[in-house]
């Protein structure tokens, strides 16, 4: 009998959204699943870590007794938990989402939903975040089958050390999906757009907001494809963040640098 996969979900809006249910949902018929997901949302989180406080883990009733964990933390904290101290088999696949809204373009370095993602590949496992277009509750059980279509594909397919996959599905899923494509990443994202309002105090506050910042994409770029009506799937890099080409060019420069706590002319090899 072959043995069923087993997977890690996390998400960055919380346990208790739709959905990181929708994506329990496309996955449970086949696979066995273990979840370690944010307390409460924390969208916009990135990468971040829990330092400065103590991180509370309390068991979850999920449907099928499946194993459920909620965390006071981000979802890179709910990854490296779930690693270390509450779920004892080694999964498969970490998998992240559905997020309500697109985690595309430059925007993914902001991303909890990647964030996680990126944490469970920092420890050698595939993972996949997954990400609806919408910003309001779309309709995640267009999504399920497409779900799974994705994850069948790439649990068999070699993925190079230290990449990341980042899905992103379009508007109108149901209707008009015109099918799955690989991409480029895109160049857009969302920029700073602050609200500044007056507390009954006196004092000024601020919701930090945000902008879309569209950049002139090319054909291949997931922003592209997703106006077109495409899913898209980008394969994201962290292995190893260097710009070679620009390490090769000056590694063998010596700079004459004025620098105040050395000599005038000391020689500092980069």
């Known amino acids: 009998m072959q043995r069923r996969p087993f997977f890690l979900l996390t998400n960055d809006d919380g346990i208790h959204a739709p959905g990181l249910q929708h994506l329990y949902q496309a996955l449970a018929t086949w ?16 990468l971040s870590i829990t330092w400065a406080k103590p991180l509370r883990a309390q068991r979850i009733a999920w449907q099928d007794d499946v194993e459920a964990w909620s965390l006071t933390g981000t979802p890179a904290d709910c990854v490296r938990m779930a690693f270390s101290e509450l779920i004892k088999q080694k999964p498969d696949m970490v998998l992240s989402g559905v997020n309500r809204g697109a985690n595309s373009g430059r925007t993914v370095l902001y991303s909890g939903t990647v964030g996680g993602a990126i944490e469970a590949t920092f420890k050698g496992i595939k993972s996949i975040a997954f990400s609806f277009l919408d910003l309001e509750l779309p309709p995640l059980g267009t999504v399920d089958r497409h779900i799974e279509v994705i994850v069948r594909h790439f649990l068999d397919l070699e993925i190079p050390k230290g990449t990341l996959l980042n899905v992103n599905f379009p508007l109108n899923c149901a209707t008009s999906m015109k099918g799955i494509q690989m991409a480029k990443q895109g160049q857009s994202y969302w920029i700073e757009s602050p609200d ?67 000599s005038a002319d000391s020689v500092h090899k980069f």
């Open 31 to 46: 696979a066995d699943i273990a979840i370690v997901a944010p307390q409460s949302e924390k969208s916009g989180c990135g």
């Open 196 to 262: 500044r309002r007056i507390h009954p105090e006196g004092f000024a506050y601020y919701w930090l907001g945000g902008k879309w910042d569209p950049f002139q994409e090319k054909d291949d770029s997931e922003i592209t494809l997703l106006d077109q009506g495409f899913a898209t799937v980008v394969p994201i890099q962290i292995e190893d963040l260097t710009n070679v080409e620009f390490y090769h060019a000056h590694r063998p420069t010596q700079f004459h640098l004025k620098d105040p706590l050395l």
